[in-house]
């Protein structure tokens, strides 16, 4: 299970979500995909529901292509110190 680290908010925008590192007053946006992945995993479910639900989301995208977005976004967001499992 995922969770945003102590001192990270996260707020909805018209493209996706923000995200704000209160500690270091830096903010990162993601886009609509980021997004989807991040708020799968932020409601408790797995990597491999955040892959389904990209795959049934966006037509084009196949799952092994959604599986190296998720693993790439989880990777981005726990180097920038804004998740953590």
Do not use: F
């Not at 989301?57 to 998740?83: F, K, N």
């Amino acid at each position: 299970m995922y969770a945003l680290k102590p001192g990270v908010l996260l707020t909805e925008t018209e493209y996706g979500l923000a995200l704000l590192d209160q500690k270091s007053a830096e903010y990162w946006t993601l886009n609509p995909t980021a997004a989807v992945v991040l708020q799968t995993l932020l409601d408790g479910h797995s990597v491999d529901r955040a892959v389904q639900t990209l795959t049934g989301r966006y037509e084009d995208v196949d799952t092994d292509l959604a599986t190296q977005d998720v693993t790439r976004i989880i990777d981005d967001l726990r180097s920038a110190g804004l998740i953590a499992p």
